[in-house]
């Protein structure tokens, strides 16, 4: 018994310490801090803010509306007047979904949603629950003709 806790204790400690050591030679990039868990448990983009992502170097700012849907980017000098007021939006057309709807690391421009004219309330990390609870929760707020939620593979 003394021989197997003290090679668990070693291995937990190998585990700590490669973990360290992936830190210094390859930090984490700074991610999802525009992502929060609702009271009800899903995950959703946080309303009236401008987040930065990096990713392998390269710096990508995300912007959010008072409804969590991801905006065109301006310059950080707006933010200050930014109206945090939830808002209603009747009409049009909301996409939800995870990384892959939202755009990860694309600028505001190169994402599906905007090429196609659509509102994005895609949220990277998402999975179908929290597009149902999504849907549930806003959905008297948003009022869009439709909706289309976009699958992946994790998903199915």
């Known amino acids: 018994m003394r021989a197997f806790l003290l090679s668990t204790i070693a291995a937990v400690l190998a585990f700590l310490f490669g973990e360290f050591l992936m830190h210094l030679v390859h930090p984490f990039d ?18 009236g803010i401008r ?26 000098s707006v933010d200050a007047s930014m109206d945090r ?10 996409l939800l979904g995870d990384s892959y709807a939202f755009g990860l690391h694309l600028p505001h421009e190169q994402t ?9 309330g895609a949220v990277g990390g998402a999975g179908a629950a929290d597009y149902l609870a999504q849907m549930e929760t806003h959905l008297g707020t948003w009022r869009p003709d439709t909706v289309v939620v976009l699958l992946s593979f994790d998903d199915a």
Not at 51 to 76: C, K, M, N, Q, T
């Open 30 to 47: 700074r991610m999802q801090t525009w992502i929060t868990l609702n009271e009800r448990g899903f995950v959703e983009n946080k309303p």
């Open 51 to 76: 987040s930065l992502h990096e990713l392998g170097g390269e710096p990508v700012w995300y912007r959010f509306d008072s409804l969590g849907f991801r905006i065109p980017d301006v310059d950080a």
């Open 85 to 94: 007021s939830p808002a209603l939006v009747a009409g049009g057309t909301v």
């Open 112 to 120: 599906l949603a905007r090429r196609l004219g659509w509102r994005n």
